[in-house]
């Protein structure tokens, strides 16, 4: 008999003053296919997804967790128990690091969110992982919310890597420096 290795992985669940992280679930995919579904969502990442690919991109994600060990988590906004995006972290091979990434539905931009989310996935991995010395983030540079969404966080702009066929900017941050804004950080999302 053989048996397959995979990543001894319990996603966890974070909660943050205003937001649920938990793993994501089959009962999502609709709230991710009209998410998904909204051009705007995804001028830069990628266009719009039909439900297929909506669905192959969750079970990627999931996949990313028993992979590697860690992965993006459905965001769930604590007032009203909606499905408000997806975040936390991604990588797979070639890639420049372990990312942090972010996705919030647009009738819930500018409100933090995203911001709220990265903080507590960033701050879950490097304490889960005493070895890694930095979180990166890979961002088209024209995608200026998602660049001021690194900035907050403060990430900074490294180079330019060209990944799925596109040159994207690659943004950093590494344990000592993610340890100096943290606090900063807390205040912030108290607001
Ligand atoms: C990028 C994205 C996640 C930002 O989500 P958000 O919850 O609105 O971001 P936040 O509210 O945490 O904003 C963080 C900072 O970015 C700024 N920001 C947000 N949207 C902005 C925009 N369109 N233009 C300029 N700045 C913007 C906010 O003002 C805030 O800065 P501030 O604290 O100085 O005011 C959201 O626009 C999104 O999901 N876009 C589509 C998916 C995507 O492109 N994801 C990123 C792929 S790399």
Not at 92 to 109: C, K, T, Y
Not at 135 to 164: D, K, Y
């Amino acid at each position: 008999m053989t048996t397959a290795k995979m990543v001894e992985t319990t996603i966890p669940t974070l909660t943050t003053e205003r937001l649920v992280l938990r793993p994501l679930d089959n009962a999502d995919v609709p709230g991710f296919v009209e998410i998904w579904s909204d051009p705007e969502f995804t001028r830069y990442i990628g266009g719009r997804c039909d439900p297929d690919s909506v669905w192959h991109a969750m079970a990627g994600n999931i996949g990313c967790w028993a992979l590697t060990g860690v992965g993006p988590w459905a965001v769930v906004e604590r007032s009203t128990g909606s499905l408000v995006g997806r975040a936390g972290l991604w990588t797979e091979p070639g890639w420049p690091g372990v990312e942090a990434v972010w996705f919030i539905r647009r009738d819930r931009w500018g409100r933090g969110y995203a911001r709220e989310a990265a903080t507590a996935a960033i701050g879950w991995v490097f304490a889960q992982r005493p070895d890694l010395a930095e979180v990166v983030s890979v961002i088209l540079p024209e995608n200026t919310a998602s660049v001021r969404v690194a900035e907050r966080l403060g990430m900074t702009p490294q180079r330019l890597e060209f990944l799925h066929g596109e040159d994207h900017a690659i943004y950093t941050i590494n344990r000592t420096d993610w340890a100096a804004v943290l606090p900063a950080q807390a205040v912030q999302n108290a607001h």
